[in-house]
């Protein structure tokens, strides 16, 4: 049930039917009110695309059918809490709303931006912004609130207002940050599906520091902007989509016949585990460097006990992020500093 004021009448959850968990998707399927809501999350880890790869960029995607016959006017609406952006719930952040070629990009991030500023165990990245970016020509309407969920939920709209208070704590006392919402039209939904997604995205300066040097994103080696890095993103979307069909089936035609079906869903967890637990940047040259990450070792990063079972996982899909782990990890044991003998 959503959460409403005293007085409001309960709205029940739809009713999961489904959970279908592959290497590049995450699919659910929904039931309530004479519809089928088939809901996805798609993050195009290519291994061998590093453009792609290192692209900070999930697609959520919505399918509706009408199961009863009858046809149902359908609103999506999608409410993101400003905690995305922050370590910790005291930070101020500030939120904004943008144009770019093809897409509304909705943004929040810490007001400092401080960079690569602390190290620590269970330590949440809080610089740069998380983007909710929205097509545009979907006759989509959005706000910059902390009551939208609320509002949708009496009214079946938002307010039409945005919240300009900022910067606030995303758990402020005197009343939470903005949050970032949309409600996205379906219109009237019958047998025919009809489908609508935006992107998801949480893009940064830097990511890593190394030997001195803070180094930025893969994707940005070239200078690429956010704005065309997100309008790309889009523009690309129904190609990544097919290619990564093709890949989750070959990839999972390959786990079934192995180890059956328990051991395809583990290591489809693990394929995604093993590719987030590493960073992607560019080195001052270009030359891709890929960087292990630990929640629990005080922020160290590229330790040859991650490096080592790893290894086999990037060896099969893509010797060259093998040879990107390598690259700092051997130039650093190589520099007088590293005394010891192992």
Avoid at 40 to 64: E, I, K, M, N
Avoid at 174 to 188: F, K
Avoid at 191 to 209: D, N, P
Wanted: hydrophobic share 40%; glycine share 8%.
């Amino acid at each position: 049930q959503l959460a409403q004021r005293p007085g409001l009448a309960p709205i029940e959850a739809m009713q999961q039917l489904s959970l279908e968990v592959s290497p590049l998707h995450t699919r659910y399927r929904f039931a309530a009110g004479g519809i089928e809501l088939r809901v996805t999350f798609f993050t195009p880890s290519f291994p061998g695309d590093l453009d792609t790869l290192s692209r900070p960029v999930s697609y959520l995607d919505w399918s509706a059918t009408s199961t009863d016959g009858t046809a149902h006017k359908v609103d999506i609406m999608l409410d993101v809490s400003p905690m995305v952006a922050v370590n910790d719930r005291a930070q101020p952040v500030t939120w904004g709303r943008f144009h770019v070629d093809g897409l509304t990009v909705l943004r929040v991030g810490t007001r400092d931006q401080d960079a690569l500023h602390q190290s620590g165990d269970r330590i949440r990245i809080d610089w740069g912004y998380f983007n909710l970016a929205i097509p545009e020509g979907i006759a989509s309407t959005s706000e910059l609130s902390a009551d939208a969920a609320e509002h949708f939920a009496e009214n079946g709209s938002l307010s039409g207002a945005d919240d300009l208070d900022m910067p606030r704590a995303a758990g402020s006392s005197r009343g939470p940050a903005a949050h970032l919402a949309t409600i996205i039209p379906l219109g009237s939904v019958g047998t025919r599906s009809v489908e609508r997604h935006v992107l998801l995205a949480y893009t940064e300066g830097y990511a890593i520091e190394y030997l001195g040097r803070k180094l930025r994103p893969y994707w940005q080696r070239n200078d690429m902007t956010e704005a065309v890095m997100l309008s790309r993103a889009e523009k690309e979307y129904s190609a990544l989509e097919a290619r990564g069909v093709k890949f989750d089936a070959d990839l999972s035609a390959d786990m079934l016949k192995v180890g059956g079906p328990d051991y395809a869903y583990l290591a489809s967890l693990l394929f995604r585990q093993t590719l987030a637990a590493h960073k992607l940047v560019a080195d001052v040259d270009g030359t891709p460097m890929l960087f292990s990450k630990e929640n629990d070792s005080n922020g160290c990063i590229d330790t040859v006990d991650v490096t080592y079972p790893s290894s086999p996982f990037f060896l099969l899909f893509n010797p060259k992020l093998l040879q990107a782990q390598l690259e700092p990890l051997m130039r650093y044991a190589a520099l007088p500093r590293w005394h010891f003998p192992f």
